[in-house]
């Protein structure tokens, strides 16, 4: 089943099975977090740009981690590429911010 959520740009963003499957199996410690990543697609705290085009969705978790939904708009739709915890908030800065 495909769960939906809007971006901050009001464009509906997808998250099939195919892809949440594939997120799991790459990261493990997502399990059981994907309202989670789909609330971080609709309500980040940060939107910062990736190399290819995407966007990286950032909201920071109880444990100090920062939850990353990396994600991709394309012409009235969009679709989730992966998702992934890290630490690494210095490297996440490097990144142009776009949004706020």
């Known amino acids: 089943m495909t769960e939906i ?15 949440w499957s594939h997120i799991c199996e790459e990261h493990a410690e997502l399990a059981g977090l994907k309202l989670d990543v789909l609330e971080t697609v609709a309500e980040p705290e ?10 990286l969705a950032l909201k920071k978790q109880t444990d100090g981690k920062i939850l ?8 009235g ?24």
């Open 68 to 75: 990353v939904a990396v994600y991709r708009e394309e012409a």
């Open 46 to 55: 940060r939107i910062l740009s990736g190399g290819g085009g995407e966007l």
């Open 77 to 100: 739709d969009g679709f989730v590429i992966t998702a992934f915890l890290t630490r690494r908030e210095t490297a996440l800065n490097r990144r142009k911010q776009l949004w706020p």
């Open 5 to 19: 959520t809007k971006s901050k740009n009001g464009v509906i963003i997808r998250l099939t099975d195919e892809r």
